[in-house]
Each structure stands twice: as C-alpha cells, then as structure tokens.
C-alpha cells in the first residue's frame, strides 16, 4: 500500500505573509511533520511532500486562499477547501491539549493563556481533523519555521 493509499495529507492555513502546514498521516492518526512558512516556502515543502505520495491537500478559506486555491490547482494538487472560521480560538484550546500547561500556566484560566509561539501549525492540523472527525497526535513540539522571512541585505 503506498502512503497516498494509507492517508498521507497536507493541511494548509493559508496567508499574505505566512502560513501554517501539516503533513498527516491519516492511517496512524499522526502529524509528521509541521511547519510555519512563507508561502514561497510553503509551496516549496508541498511540492517535496508531492514527491512522498503526498495524496491530498485540505485548504482552509480564510485569507488569501483563492490565490492558494489558482496555484494549487495550476500544480495539479488534490484539493478540499474548509471552512476556517472560529478556527484561531479553537486552534488556541487544541494546542493547550497537544502540549497541557505546565508551570505558572497552570494557574491561569483556560480562557487567558495564550500559546508561546505562532500557532498557525495547529490551525492547519486543526482544519484535516475536521475534514475528517478525527484527532491527531504529534510525537515532538518541533515545528519547521521559516517565519520571519530573512531581511533582504541583512
């Protein structure tokens, strides 16, 4: 069975100057790899990921995706568009559950913590579990990021 055939998909919340991207295995239930990238190099890391039987992309319809959905489409990618609203909030609580509060977090009440990082990632792994109605896991925190973009002549 190739990993297209066991579920292997690409989830994308897509933006102007960032974007978050997953690689999940859907057969396992798991992300294997996460990113937040510019969308240069978000459209670089699909086109590898399409190398490794990438099977599908779920896109999210929030900010600037019809520009994703024209590339996607010249590039012959699978694709399933989502809704994303409410997405942010519900992406905030998902994190809180993949990685729970530790420390003076602890005491904050779930309504006020705020994640330490960007978490566009979770936003993308968040729009295949609703595809789907599934929950994935993640093995490791690591997320690839090319976020902020290098400063030109820096």
């Keep these: 069975m190739t990993r297209a055939a066991a579920g292997l998909v690409a989830g994308l919340d897509p933006g102007r100057s960032k974007c978050g991207l ?20 978000c459209l670089a890391q699909l086109q590898a990921w399409r ?11 929030g900010t600037g995706s019809q520009d994703w959905r024209s590339r ?3 590039q012959r990618l699978s694709l399933v568009v989502v809704d994303e609203s409410g997405s942010t909030l519900a992406a905030r609580e998902r994190y ?12 904050l009440p779930a309504g006020l913590r ?10 993308a792994q968040l729009l295949i579990e609703r ?4 929950q994935l896991r993640r ?14 002549g820096g």
């Design 139 to 152: 093995n490791n925190q690591e997320v690839l990021r090319q976020w902020p973009p290098p400063v030109a």
């Design 96 to 107: 809180w559950q993949l990685w729970p509060p530790r420390g003076w977090r602890l005491l």
């Design 51 to 61: 190398q490794e039987s990438l099977g599908r992309i779920v896109l999210g319809n």
């Design 131 to 134: 595809q789907y109605g599934l």
């Design 22 to 41: 997953v690689l999940a295995d859907l057969a396992g239930s798991q992300i294997l790899q996460a990113a937040i990238l510019t969308p240069q190099a």
């Design 72 to 74: 996607l489409d010249k």
């Design 114 to 123: 705020l994640p330490p990082r960007d978490i566009d990632d979770v936003v």
